[in-house]
Nanobody
């Protein structure tokens, strides 16, 4: 499975951005779709995940970000609202399940204050 993330860019604090990640294969067979991020000098951290209709969010983004998946379009989205400078990072799309773990190439999000 190949993952192609897009939608990153420069946004002002308080603004919104939507990331998209298109998969090369069917998403119906993918257990978990997730977004991670990695800021300079920091470890990669989970932003949000979607599995079996359930969603899970990192503490720092809960209430501001929303993950959704459209299996028919083979796409997972991350709607980012009320962004903060500390949201600046490279955002990675991830698809994982029993015996597999795939990563996209990452898309840069920069939030200016």
């Amino acid at each position: 499975v190949q993952l192609q993330a897009s939608g990153g860019g420069l946004v002002q604090a308080g603004g919104s951005l939507r990331l998209s990640c298109v998969t090369s294969g069917s998403m119906y067979s993918i257990n978990t779709m997730a977004w991670y991020r990695q800021a300079p000098g920091k470890q990669r951290e989970l932003v949000a995940s979607s599995v079996g209709g359930r969603t899970n969010y990192g503490v720092s983004v809960k209430g501001r970000f929303t993950i959704s998946r459209d299996n028919d379009k083979r796409t997972v989205y991350l709607q980012m609202n009320s962004v903060k400078p500390e949201d600046t990072a490279v955002y990675y799309c991830n698809a994982n399940g029993p015996g597999y773990n795939f990563w996209g190439q990452g898309t840069q999000v920069t939030v200016s204050s």
